[in-house]
């Protein structure tokens, strides 16, 4: 088996986690599923202004 | 498992007809069907898992590997930005308080009966229908399209913008442009179509009335795939008025249903249930009706039948004729009517056998004239319902039609003739604008009048539709519309019944209300749009229409708002009675010589005609009969099946008036040898993901030139094509394995029946037999409450209204055709369907199964995480973070009421359609969503026990059983579910435990069930059931 010095392996961390930070601070999304974007829009939820209640009579 | 034959059953056995079976397979006794009753799971549904089939791998590999995949979440996961953030309301809306529910009132626009609701909506959101309990019509209660229209509300494939030719248009050009089209058909003399469904709303009328006023040219046509216009039109030609009086099912002795499924889908067949079940109770004084049901196929409502006849849909008119003809000939009734005589007195009842059924028939007619009902199917010809109207008059049966409560019509439907003109029209280029009124012709009417192809000659084809379908698709301008809860409206569609609609949420996309639509291009002007235009318009209206006359005191406004928070404004209506006219009767047509079979075309319980189709929740509710999901099918008789030597899922094809259909065959128990059944509403092609290619289109067995029916077609020819299409059933699924009680135990049959002479006669008689029960576990003494639930199977009807309130209500998934077909259906309620008899004349009975919530639950002792453990108060309940995922629990349940994630199947299902930011806006708050490797069942509703002692504590008072409405219970047309506190002696569900007739099924496991069971009386002349 290759052997693997202290400073290498803490060395590759190293790289890893600068990689995976700089990974995450970009805006494109790797994983994520196309067809599950495209529906994935902010939705406007509101009460009618109109609409009356009766929660006095259920 | 041996590979011998199907083991024969004893004949002289099933002559006792006692025995019960769930299918043919069943009654045959096949191998099959008798391994899934011993097995706990249907073969697939645990995918095999072999440790040689794993490639070998280093262990350093691994670690690389797993290093990697660690990376590689790391970034996977760093898509917070988008999931937003939980904070208070800035400007808190005034009347949304966080965590709590408001309810609106409301009409539904589901079908043409336009029934009373309620929405309840939680932080701005409709989250669940129910039935508004003040509308006199539906009193609280509403069907199963009506509890799952509300995922229609949250559809991803609504539309979000109006376009033109696939392309985004924005409102203002679309109008500008359709103006014009409009002013230039108007200039050049072209007649300008619209065309739309049934019209419930008077104002809707009004505009449409304005629009004509406007643009002359206009003609409105009418035109529902499926209709009562052939009731409508003999009511017309009988009494002379189109408007017909409901039936007082409540008071009726004696029904006879003719192929009408009126407590089905049938007219208003909620409200009729209701009234059905009236007369079926057994708490008190045991009045029960008596149902006879002839029918060529078998429906919902000849499943409840205490007498079933076989009759083929295209011999009812003689039927008719001849039990008239048997009942004068007899003296049973008298009549001076030469031309009555004339038309019935060649008929005779001897064809159709069931010598002893008949004459039972016959005689309950004569014994209760005035208090029985005769009722024809909306299917059924002109003629029939002609028959059928003379036949209550002569029998005095009149005295049951409510003349204060009139069916209307607010537009009348457009004849055939009319149709084939405007199609006429459309080819001459005599049409310049073709308005769909959020309608969808190019589905529903028959291929024969040519209209698809008409369509394409015309320039400007305009669709009003809240999702794209077969009609928008031909178009060139397609206009998204606001779905019900977005919008306002009215519906006058039972004297005296004023119901209102109320928008509960803004429009979620960029549509507009139909009705707004139609107002800016009547005002000629594109600017002129504004959102509360059809507000205002629909408020003037119901100021000069109903206001005016209501003779209050309150001043407009208030009586508008009052009107609003009721939904429903009621007034008195005279009572006009007509006389019927005999010479509407017209000749029966012989059907001795007609060869071939009978297609009868009816609607589908679920997605209705077509309107549903991309309803999820609708089309994996197991249908009331067959149990089949996810499709439609040929229903034929065994017989029938055997002579053309086809099974279940083969491939038959269809030939009527040189139009055919190849469907799978379903092989139904009671269906009339000659008669082919075939649901509508199924085989859409341009609709959502959900419903595209569902089952096939029955219209393309529909003519513009049927000879008495739209619904019903002649000479029929069938031929087996080869091939199979597989029919997703839960017919057999969830099987009980009763083999194994049998014995062990003493035999206590999960269907306990008896008849109401033998209950009269001894009362006691379910418990001759019960012997008491020894437990090694000890009893657990609730002191508090402790809940409990019955269920009267006398008037559980099947309808489903349970499942389809339970789903909503509990965030139930939707897996998919496959996934049903591997046993994966995630419903916790299911309504049990077991034939006993024989396949040619079965004895149907159903019984809905939901968890017991046992007080010795086997469930319980076998988790080995103590996920599923026993409340204080008698809940067996789940703790959904505990389980693993070991289904033992599955295992262990008798009831087999378990439901197993074997997916997250919101992801899974249809490439997670449902699994978006809208779709999620239709779960209940209070409900888990539970994802994969989960399980699940009935909490008998515990977040509404959990809100009902949150107020009971914050109101000082004592919890009490009533407090408590499960979802089921609430939605059940019938009230056949009971919910309580078990340990309140005072309450109607520890009374109903101590029924005579009460049993727990698969009582011998002494498993204390807390679901208890009303044993089904049937209304026979013997005390033995037929």
Not at chain 2, 467 to 495: M, Q
Not at chain 2, 543 to 567: E, P, Q, R, V
Request: proline share 4%.
């Amino acid at each position: 088996m290759e052997k693997i010095s202290r400073n290498k392996f803490f060395g590759a961390i190293g790289k890893g986690v600068i990689a995976t930070a700089i990974t995450a601070a970009l805006p494109i999304k790797f994983f994520s599923n196309v067809s599950k974007t495209t529906r994935q829009e902010k939705i406007k939820v509101a009460v009618h202004p109109s609409a009356i209640k009766r929660n006095d009579k259920v | 498992m041996s590979s011998s034959s199907p083991k024969k059953r004893d004949t002289q056995k099933l002559s006792d007809k006692k025995e019960l079976w769930k299918s043919i397979k069943d009654y045959n006794g096949d191998n099959e069907v008798i391994k899934l009753k011993h097995d706990e799971f249907l073969e697939g549904v645990t995918e095999k898992f072999d440790s040689e089939n794993l490639s070998g791998i280093s262990r350093r590999k691994f670690l690389a590997l797993l290093s990697a995949s660690a990376a590689l979440t790391a970034t996977a996961c760093t898509d917070y930005h988008d999931k937003g953030e939980i904070i208070p309301y800035n400007k808190r809306p005034e009347e949304v308080l966080p965590g709590i529910a408001n309810y609106y009132a409301s009409t539904c626009n589901g079908c043409d009966q336009s029934c009373g609701i309620l929405i309840k909506t939680r932080e701005g959101r409709p989250i669940k229908v129910d039935g508004n309990p003040d509308h006199p019509i539906n009193r609280g209660k509403i069907c199963a399209k009506g509890q799952a229209s509300i995922l229609n509300l949250y559809d991803p494939e609504r539309l979000r913008h109006p376009l033109t030719r696939r392309k985004q248009i924005s409102w203002k050009s679309a109008d500008n442009e359709i103006i014009s089209s409009l002013n230039n058909a108007q200039n050049s003399n072209k007649e300008i179509a619209i065309i739309t469904n049934s019209v419930t709303s008077p104002t809707t009328k009004k505009i449409l009335e304005d629009f004509v006023f406007k643009y002359p040219s206009t003609k409105i046509y009418t035109r529902s795939l499926v209709n009562d216009e052939q009731r409508k039109s003999a009511w017309s030609e009988s009494y002379g008025t189109m408007e017909y009086p409901s039936v007082k099912f409540e008071l009726a002795k004696i029904i006879l249903s003719l192929d009408a499924d009126f407590l089905g889908n049938e007219g208003s067949y909620i409200e009729n249930m209701r009234k059905y079940a009236a007369k079926r109770t057994v708490v008190g004084k045991t009045d029960f009706n008596r149902l006879y049901v002839a029918e060529g196929r078998m429906s919902a409502t000849g499943m409840m039948a205490d007498y079933r006849l076989r009759i083929s849909p295209n011999q009812q008119l003689e039927f008719v004729y001849g039990l008239i003809n048997e009942l004068i000939k007899t003296g049973s009734v008298i009549t001076s009517d030469s031309t009555v005589r004339a038309k019935v007195g060649s008929h005779s009842l001897a064809k159709f056998g069931e010598k002893e059924k008949i004459s039972s028939l016959i005689r309950d007619l004569y014994n209760n004239r005035g208090q029985a009902i005769v009722y024809a199917g909306d299917t059924l010809p002109k003629e029939v319902h002609i028959a059928v109207n003379l036949l209550n008059e002569l029998l005095g049966n009149t005295a049951l039609y409510d003349y204060s409560s009139t069916f209307k019509s607010i537009l009348e439907q457009s004849s055939d003739e009319e149709i084939s003109k405007l199609v006429d029209s459309m080819n001459s280029e005599k049409i310049g604008v073709v308005i769909h009124f959020d309608c969808n012709p190019v589905y529903s009417l028959p291929e024969d009048y040519g209209y698809k192809s008409a369509l394409k000659k015309i320039k400007t084809v305009i669709s009003l539709t809240e999702a794209e379908n077969e009609s928008s698709s031909e178009g060139n301008y397609t206009l998204p519309i606001n779905h019900p809860f977005e919008s306002w409206g009215d519906a006058y569609v039972r004297s005296g019944v004023y119901s209102l609609q109320q928008p509960v949420i803004e429009p979620i996309y960029n549509s507009r209300q139909k009705e707004s639509i139609l107002l800016t291009w009547i005002s000629g002007n594109a600017e002129s749009y504004r959102e509360d235009s059809y507000h205002q318009y629909l408020m003037n209206n119901f100021n000069s229409t109903i206001y005016s006359k209501k003779n209050t005191f309150a001043d407009a406004k208030t009586f508008w708002y009052s009107a609003l928070h009721d939904g429903v404004v009621l007034f008195d209506k005279p009572v006009v009675q007509s006389k019927f006219n005999s010479t509407a009767l017209v000749d029966s047509r012989a059907t001795d010589n007609v060869n071939g079979y009978t297609v009868h075309l009816t609607e589908s319980y679920f997605v209705a005609d077509g309107k549903f189709a991309n309803n999820g929740w609708l089309q994996e509710i197991p249908h009331p009969v067959s149990k089949v999901t996810w499709d439609n099918y040929a229903s034929i008789s065994p017989k029938l099946a055997k002579q053309f030597d086809v099974e279940m899922n083969d491939l038959i094809e269809i030939s009527v008036n040189n139009k055919k259909l190849i469907l799978p065959v379903l092989v139904q128990p009671g269906v009339h040898d000659s008669a082919i059944n075939i649901e509508l509403g199924y085989g859409r092609t341009v609709v959502g993901d959900v419903g595209k290619n569902v089952g096939l289109n029955a219209v393309t067995l529909m003519s513009k030139n049927y000879s008495s029916s739209p619904f019903i077609y002649d000479g029929a020819s069938v031929k087996k094509v080869g091939g199979t299409h597989k029919l997703a059933t839960t017919q057999e699924h969830h099987a009980i394995d009763d083999t194994f009680v049998k014995d062990i135990h003493r035999t206590r049959k999960i269907i306990q029946e008896g008849t109401v002479e033998k209950y009269k006669k001894e009362p006691g008689f379910l418990h001759k037999e019960k012997t008491e029960l020894f437990g090694i576990t000890s009893e657990h003494e609730y002191t508090g409450n402790k809940w409990a639930m019955a269920i009267d199977l006398n008037k559980c009807t099947s309808c489903s209204v349970c499942v389809s309130a339970c789903n909503v209500e509990n965030n139930i998934p939707v897996v998919g055709k496959d996934q049903v077909e591997r046993g994966r259906e995630m419903q916790w309620m299911r309504i049990d369907r077991y034939y006993s008899g024989t396949p040619d004349d079965p004895i149907v009975s159903s019984q809905p199964m939901l968890c017991q919530h046992c007080d010795n639950a086997p469930c319980e002792n076998v988790c080995p995480v103590n996920a599923t453990n026993h409340s204080p108060d008698g809940l067996n309940q789940m703790v959904y973070n505990r389980c693993v995922g070991t289904r033992y629990c599955s295992n262990n349940c008798p009831y087999k009421v378990r439901r197993y994630n074997f997916y997250n199947f919101r992801d899974h299902f249809a490439d997670a359609y449902y699994e978006n930011n809208l779709t999620s806006l239709v779960h209940n708050p209070e409900v888990t969503v539970r994802s994969r490797g989960v399980m699940e069942k009935c909490t008998f509703c515990v977040q509404r026990i959990m809100e009902a002692r949150s107020n009971a504590i914050r109101d000082g008072k004592e919890l009490k059983g009533t407090d408590v409405v499960t979802a089921c219970q609430v939605a059940c047309p019938t009230t056949a579910i009971t919910f309580g506190d078990a340990n309140d002696p005072d309450s109607e569900i520890a009374k109903l435990r101590e029924h005579n007739l009460s049993y727990h099924v698969l009582e011998e496991l002494n498993v204390k069930p807390n679901v208890t069971y009303i044993a089904k009386l049937r209304n026979t002349r013997s005390e033995e059931i037929l």
